[in-house]
């Protein structure tokens, strides 16, 4: 009974050491993406800006998650966009059709992520905006 306890707790050690590395990968990861990739500090900068913009025009709740999905959207395929185009630059320094359209769709995905956010934005905060005047 005590080896059991002994090999549950080894186990669960090695889930949560697992889980922590996974974590600091992940995290590695996102200042990797804002240390060396320009569009996703340009992201990052309109977020500020929109955030700021939530909390002086105080929208509502359920708006919130709108914008919170939306720049999530936004920084998910920027993250894929940049893995993908890491990845095709390691596999071959060689012009290669195929390389060069996996990479335009991944800017794709960047860019439509792009746009459902601004139609995102406009719903949340043009009524608000409008109401000023």
Known sequence: MKERKKSQERG????????ATSFRNAFSGLKVLFKYEFNASIHLAVLIIVIT???ILRISPAEWLFVVFAAGLVFMAE???SAI???SDEVSSHYSGNIKRAKDVAAAGV???AIVSVII???V????IM???
């Open 53 to 55: 913009a939530g909390i």
């Open 125 to 128: 905060f043009l009524p608000r």
């Open 12 to 19: 669960l050690q090695e889930f949560l050491r697992k889980r």
């Open 111 to 113: 860019l439509i992520s």
């Open 131 to 133: 109401s000023l005047f």
């Open 85 to 87: 185009e890491h990845l």
């Open 121 to 123: 934005g406009l719903i």
């Open 79 to 81: 993250s894929f966009n």
